[in-house]
């Protein structure tokens, strides 16, 4: 763990110390799952205590023992094993709590950190992602009053190991003569462009996992081919209830960060809400020449029957993280990056909009999908998520709330709506 102490005793306290200690074995007690507590290093200001009470709600912490021989521990039998328990980490002082998946992992020193939102759920927490030479070590809460105050769940905190996911797709690829065959960045939005230029029906499938500049710019450019062309939000999905706490933090059975960006988008250009299990039932009715699934889930969204239903499709275009059986039923196949990854904008359950710039570089191989929309408009320069931004409020009066920024904390667009 961090220790504050420390630092403040090196900025300000005397070179030597007045206690004439003996050396002594440091004591290690496991909390639960993921807290370590090093007990030599308490200094029992109880903030953990006080926090599986008010916040959690569970109470699993206790002060046992009186006087100097105080110690934090848990009730035999009932270890800390909340969904929240990873912010008692944050809440210590001294180091005392320590984070068992990161224990070791690096010296806080190296790594860089980076404003970000949470993409687990629909809730959008602000966070803090750290990392050091592209590799991300841990996820920390960033102070928001509107959404998270100082908390996230476990279920963001440790939800971040895809991004480092070994099995990840990280090469465009085509279907040829002799199966797929690899293809250049450099010339496939041009070979995309004439594809799709050539075909009279297309429908585009918009992930909840895009950010809602990404939704625009591919909405934009489908539709600049094919005016009718059909926007259909992708699957989202659910887990459960949702589950909320005493001081009022919610965890969304939500488990997608835009639905409602890319709702409103979608909404916002074709006037019409299309759903994924709408899509699906007109493919038997609908011939589409050219289909585009943008995908980004962090486990397989779908079975083999979508992959029946949409393998009769002529150019079929599915851009996703990991392979899948519509992956494999797909003309190109084009990996896509992860939030940690990506310039742009969630909107949360709530309507709050809340930007965020890349943390790390995506894998070699693998191109951002803003920056292959922005070649594919044949926008000038590089990407620049917050030019879509603007383009975005001036086109759609849901967004025009953020015309002006949206600040750490981002911006409720209903109740900031310009007339």
């Not at 440790?158 to 996911?165: F, L, P």
């Not at 001036?394 to 015309?403: G, I, K, P, T």
Request: charged letters at 25%.
């Amino acid at each position: 763990g961090e220790c504050s102490l420390q630092d403040y005793h090196f900025e300000h306290g005397r070179e030597e110390r007045r206690a004439d200690l003996k050396p002594f074995t440091s004591r290690r007690r496991e909390l639960g799952d993921t807290v370590t507590l090093f007990v030599d290093r308490c200094v029992m200001c109880t903030r953990c205590v006080r926090f599986s009470r008010e916040i959690s709600g569970d109470a699993e912490l206790m002060v046992v023992n009186r006087g100097a021989h105080e110690e934090i521990d848990v009730f035999p039998g009932f270890p800390l094993d909340n969904k929240m328990s990873g912010n008692v980490v944050d809440l210590c002082p001294v180091g005392a709590l320590g984070d068992r998946d990161f224990l070791y992992k690096q010296r806080v020193w190296f790594m860089k950190s980076h404003d970000n939102v949470c993409a687990g759920c629909s809730t959008g927490c602000s966070i803090k992602v750290e990392e050091n030479q592209d590799k991300v070590y841990r996820l920390k809460p960033r102070e928001n009053p509107h959404v998270n105050q100082w908390w996230m769940c476990d279920e963001g905190r440790y939800g971040w190991k895809h991004v480092h996911d070994p099995s990840r797709v990280t090469l465009p690829r085509r279907v040829g003569k002799d199966g797929f065959e690899n293809v250049e960045w450099s010339t496939l939005s041009g070979e995309l462009d004439a594809k799709l230029s050539a075909s009279k029906r297309i429908a585009a499938v918009l992930s909840p996992h895009l950010t809602v500049e990404e939704a625009y710019q591919l909405a934009k450019y489908v539709r600049g081919i094919d005016e009718q062309a059909l926007l259909v939000l992708g699957p989202i999905p659910t887990e459960g209830q949702d589950e909320t706490f005493p001081n009022g933090f919610t965890i969304r059975a939500e488990k997608c960060p835009n639905r409602r960006g890319v709702e409103e988008v979608i909404v916002g250009l074709a006037k019409a809400l299309v759903t994924w299990d709408d899509f699906l039932g007109r493919l038997s009715d609908e011939a589409f020449d050219a289909v585009w699934v943008t995908g980004g889930y962090k486990s397989n969204w779908h079975d083999e029957s979508v992959a029946q239903k949409l393998s009769s499709v002529p150019l079929l275009i599915v851009q996703d993280s990991f392979a899948s059986p519509l992956w494999d039923a797909a003309t190109y196949q084009l990996p896509s990056a992860t939030f940690a990854e990506r310039d742009g904008s969630y909107v949360n359950h709530a309507d709050r909009l809340q930007s965020f710039k890349w943390a790390v570089r995506p894998p070699a191989g693998v191109t951002t999908e803003g920056q292959l929309y922005w070649r594919l408009l044949k926008s000038p320069g590089l990407y620049n998520s917050r030019a879509v931004l603007d383009e975005l409020t001036r086109e759609l009066l849901y967004f025009s709330a953020a015309a002006g920024g949206n600040g750490d904390c981002g911006i409720d667009l209903k109740s900031n709506r310009l007339a």
